[in-house]
């Protein structure tokens, strides 16, 4: 079990093209952002939009080399030089499938709780309910995802949460989402009626920091409690 945190993006973005024969950024505007009526929410960004996009800062004491070794693994880089190319303009005017999707914390909420719904929010519907059943559907048991090294379950679409413990707070068995560039972090609970768009710029990784962020997520799932129970 292996995290393809860039390469699967191009093989789907591939895919996408050859059968609707649209790019992915075209296809993401007509069949999402423009429906739900986004500003944002789209592959890179016109070179007029640069000032308004936050940069990202690496923050914290030096990443141990064991980090900086999955990071290697997982992106090519290291989190400086990481941070650095996420802050280029090359980067973020460029279609990255899988890297760099541009979003404000409303609307990629927004966005999840659409999917919580089963893919219609305010009378508008993006995606067909056994469309979003099927991607959240497990693929695997908890095991070690060999690349980020933390116990992963996977959909064929989103990391899932399980219980007790998972990405998205302790006892979140039936929450799926994904993780972003460090603390990056946007998932619905569908148990909890809850979406939520954690964005941060600050990348800190593994260091006290990351102690708080993660308890805030453990928070977010105490104290809010489940309204139903799903199977």
């Known amino acids: 079990l292996a995290y393809h945190a860039l390469t699967g993006g191009y093989l789907l973005g591939e895919i996408l093209?050859?059968?609707?024969?649209k790019s992915l950024r075209t296809f993401l505007d007509e069949e999402i952002r423009q429906p739900l009526n986004f500003k944002s929410f789209t592959y890179g960004t016109d070179e007029k939009n640069l000032p308004l996009i936050a940069q990202d800062a690496?923050?914290?004491?030096?990443?141990?080399?064991?980090?900086?070794?999955?990071?290697?693994?997982?992106?090519?880089?290291?989190?400086?030089?990481?941070?650095?190319?996420?802050?280029?303009?090359?980067f973020r005017t460029s279609v990255v499938p899988s890297g760099n999707l541009l979003s404000t914390p409303d609307e990629a909420c927004r966005f999840f709780e659409c999917l919580r719904r089963g893919g219609e929010i305010d009378g508008i519907r993006i995606f067909n309910p056994e469309t979003v059943e099927l991607a959240r559907r497990a693929q695997n048991h908890q095991e070690l995802d060999r690349v980020i090294r933390f116990p992963m379950r996977y959909g064929l679409g989103f990391m899932l949460g399980d219980h007790p413990f998972s990405l998205y707070g302790n006892d979140t068995p039936h929450a799926f989402g994904h993780l972003g560039f460090?603390?990056?972090?946007?998932w619905c609970d569908p148990e909890r009626e809850l979406s939520v768009a954690f964005l941060n710029t600050g990348k800190p990784l593994f260091t006290l920091e990351f102690v708080v962020w993660r308890d805030i997520l453990n928070t977010i799932a105490k104290l809010i409690p489940r309204s139903r129970q799903l199977r």
Not at 17 to 21: E, F, L, P, Y
Request: net charge positive; aromatic share 0%.
């Open 17 to 21: 093209q050859r059968i609707t024969g």
């Open 182 to 186: 460090s603390q990056v972090l946007v």
């Open 58 to 90: 690496v923050t914290g004491p030096r990443t141990p080399d064991a980090i900086t070794g999955i990071l290697k693994r997982s992106l090519g880089v290291d989190l400086p030089e990481l941070a650095q190319v996420s802050n280029d303009p090359r």
